[in-house]
């Protein structure tokens, strides 16, 4: 029996809601005793010598990173884990909601009540990280309420890159393949003639020739003529 109230009383917060909404301040509400609790925020990876700096590409290792030492502190049985992430679908507080029920932990989901809580503008002004408008509009139209059944099997959706182009269509190809392709004209096409490179131009060495048997020719009739 003892066993039982010791797990019941072993917490896991799932913190859900928009940077500027008050999240992390009714995450620290949670924790009377700091000694029997801990909050754990992917943010804190990008905290350096207390100056936020994001860093986009570094968001998966982030998540890794805050997911690890928040099953450490599960199995170590910490009384209260909270996590102050956005958690705004279902899927991302998947990972958490199973560790937690893993561990025997009570899981409940935490919101802010906050009047602004879905109002772009005012939490794009109160937002600690200067996330801009934008991106804070993006974060409320994916917004979704979910229980912590339904975050326990939830799977990560596959996101739409954009479709990738085609190859282009292959010509295709003869069994011979590897064989060059003919170049005889087909027996219903009569061949073109083409002209002789030697006969395109006249040959110098042709005249002499030429020349040179006509004076000899001429030469010879010429002794016979006087002869006779």
């Known amino acids: 029996a003892q066993f039982d109230e010791m797990a019941q009383a072993k917490k896991l917060y799932i913190m859900r809601g928009i940077s500027g909404s008050g999240k992390s301040t009714l995450a620290k509400s949670l924790i009377v005793n700091p000694a029997e609790g801990v909050i754990f ?29 928040a099953r450490e502190a599960l199995y170590a049985g910490v009384p209260i884990v909270v996590i102050d992430n956005t958690n705004t679908q279902a899927w991302e507080a998947q990972p958490y909601v199973s560790m937690g029920l893993e561990f025997g932990y009570s899981v409940e989901i935490k919101e802010p009540e906050t009047a602004w809580k879905r109002d772009a503008a005012q939490l794009a002004l109160r937002n600690t990280h200067q996330v801009p408008l934008e991106a804070i509009q993006r974060m409320l139209d994916r917004m979704e309420s979910y229980t912590v059944e ?28 590897s064989a060059p392709a003919s170049t005889s004209p087909s027996p219903m096409e009569s061949p073109t003639p083409k002209p002789s490179t030697s006969d395109s131009s006249i040959n110098p060495i042709r005249i002499i020739v030429f020349v040179a048997l006509t004076i000899t020719t001429a030469n010879l009739l010429y002794h016979i003529i006087r002869e006779a």
């Open 41 to 69: 925020s992917t943010d804190d990876y990008f905290m350096k010598e207390g100056v936020y700096t994001f860093h986009g590409p570094s968001i998966g290792k982030a998540h890794e990173w805050n997911q690890n030492r």
């Open 150 to 177: 339904e975050a326990r099997i939830a799977t990560k959706p596959v996101f739409n890159r954009g479709k990738q182009a085609k190859p282009p269509a292959q010509i295709p190809q003869s069994t011979s393949a």
